[in-house]
């Protein structure tokens, strides 16, 4: 119970990645969870993996998966596309996480067009590549980075830079401010953070 319940301080084991020490991912699906493991068991090599999920995903009435995502040709996307993308994206928010369900579902309720939902499951490694692509297919878009941890804790501080060498400009930031705690302690206060930083991942 408490504040340091809520966070496993992802942003240390971040400060920690370098020289391909370990591997840092924050899974949003059933498969992806099972895939990693399955690569995890299979590569010849073996590095530490660190998995950042949270129990609320566990009866999240969204993060499900079909059968045929866990059998013949699938595998370990480190970078999730949209499932459902616009038609012509004027804005590109990324994230890692649970709150990409937050984000879908916000465009959803206020009919969003143009902004495209990209999680990026394997923080380090960063597959620059793939980042690299979805950076040619949208130079005029806007970008933004959303958590929902504190400015100055979770994913930001090491993705920024990383974003900004890819795309050529630093992204916008939304989430919640920079705080001492992981946790406000109170549910309505909660509620409106996550409302505020929503609304500026769109209107950033």
């Given at each position: 119970?408490?504040?340091?319940?809520s966070s496993a301080r992802?942003?240390?084991?971040?400060?920690?990645?370098?020289?391909?020490?370990?591997?840092?991912?924050?899974?949003?699906?059933?498969?992806?969870?099972?895939?990693?493991?399955?690569?995890?068991?299979?590569?010849?090599?073996?590095?530490?993996?660190?998995?950042?999920?949270?129990?609320?995903?566990?009866?999240?009435?969204?993060?499900?998966?079909?059968?045929?995502?866990?059998?013949?040709?699938?595998?370990?996307?480190?970078?999730?596309?949209?499932?459902?993308?616009?038609?012509?994206?004027?804005?590109?928010?990324?994230?890692?996480?649970?709150?990409?369900?937050?984000l879908v579902n916000y465009?959803?309720?206020?009919?969003?067009?143009?902004?495209?939902?990209?999680?990026?499951?394997?923080?380090?490694?960063?597959?620059?590549?793939?980042?690299?692509?979805?950076?040619?297919?949208?130079?005029?878009?806007?970008?933004?980075?959303?958590?929902?941890?504190?400015?100055?804790?979770?994913?930001?501080?090491?993705?920024?830079?990383?974003l900004e060498r890819v795309?050529?400009?630093?992204?916008?930031?939304?989430?919640?401010?920079?705080?001492?705690?992981?946790?406000?302690?109170?549910?309505?206060?909660?509620?409106?953070?996550?409302?505020?930083?929503?609304?500026?991942?769109?209107?950033?």
């Open positions: 119970q408490g504040p340091e319940h992802l942003e240390r084991f971040l400060q920690q990645c370098a020289e391909d020490n370990i591997q840092v991912c924050n899974i949003s699906t059933p498969a992806n969870f099972f895939h990693v493991l399955r690569r995890q068991m299979h590569r010849e090599f073996k590095k530490p993996l660190v998995i950042m999920s949270p129990k609320s995903l566990l009866r999240h009435p969204e993060a499900v998966s079909r059968v045929e995502d866990f059998v013949e040709e699938t595998y370990f996307q480190e970078i999730m596309p949209d499932p459902e993308p616009p038609e012509k994206t004027d804005r590109v928010i990324f994230c890692s996480g649970k709150v990409f369900y937050d465009r959803k309720e206020k009919e969003i067009k143009g902004a495209k939902i990209i999680r990026i499951e394997q923080l380090y490694p960063l597959h620059e590549h793939e980042l690299q692509r979805i950076a040619d297919e949208h130079r005029d878009a806007r970008l933004v980075w959303c958590q929902e941890e504190s400015e100055n804790m979770g994913a930001w501080t090491y993705i920024a830079p990383h795309f050529g400009s630093k992204p916008a930031y939304a989430g919640r401010d920079a705080a001492a705690s992981p946790a406000v302690g109170v549910l309505a206060l909660h509620k409106r953070e996550l409302a505020k930083f929503l609304m500026e991942a769109f209107s950033l």
